[in-house]
């Protein structure tokens, strides 16, 4: 794609971002999001690309009100990947992320999946699959990277995300 169409792509992410949180903003008092290292028996871990902005992210969502985390973590695993927990999750950090909005957490789960059917595109997740730890995209996010080096003992946790 041309550079032009890169500064576009960008500027409409960076628009669609800034409008849902604009939304967020006057419907909750703080934001709270869910997502998970999802590891298949192989060891892989479950990555998504979203239709709406660049890169490849761990699964995962915002928690709406009335829902519980583990309620949305199930709910998200399900509709990003059609992931079913094979194992409880494991609670591995909550962090902050202030580069959303200054009310922005996240919480972070490591769990065991099974893909129950391949996930097809829509008009939110372009792509999502399994990778090998040594073998992730090129257009892994910094946040993803960083979460998966921490879950691994590389690099101790950090409360920004």
């Not at 550079?3 to 500027?11: M, P, Q, S, T």
């Not at 959303?100 to 699959?129: F, M, N, W």
Request: aromatic share 10%; glycine share 8%.
């Amino acid at each position: 794609m041309s550079e032009g169409g890169d500064e576009v792509k960008r500027l409409r992410s960076w628009l669609t971002l800034r409008l849902f949180h604009g939304i967020f903003i006057l419907t909750r008092g703080m934001t709270l999001g869910v997502r998970a290292a999802c590891f298949d028996p192989e060891g892989r871990v479950f990555l998504v690309r979203h239709t709406y902005v660049p890169g490849w992210y761990l699964p995962g969502g915002g928690v709406e009100r009335h829902e519980t985390v583990r309620a949305a973590l199930e709910k998200e695993l399900r509709e990003e990947g059609n992931l079913l927990m094979t194992s409880a999750p494991e609670l591995f950090h909550v962090y902050y992320n202030s580069r959303v909005s200054k009310r922005d957490h996240v919480v972070l789960y490591r769990v065991d999946v099974e893909q129950t059917e391949p996930r097809l595109p829509d008009r939110e997740i372009a792509e999502g699959r399994f990778f090998d730890l040594d073998a992730l995209p090129n257009e892994t996010t910094t946040a993803t990277l960083s979460r998966l080096r921490e879950l691994r003992g590389e690099v101790p946790p950090t409360d920004l995300w």
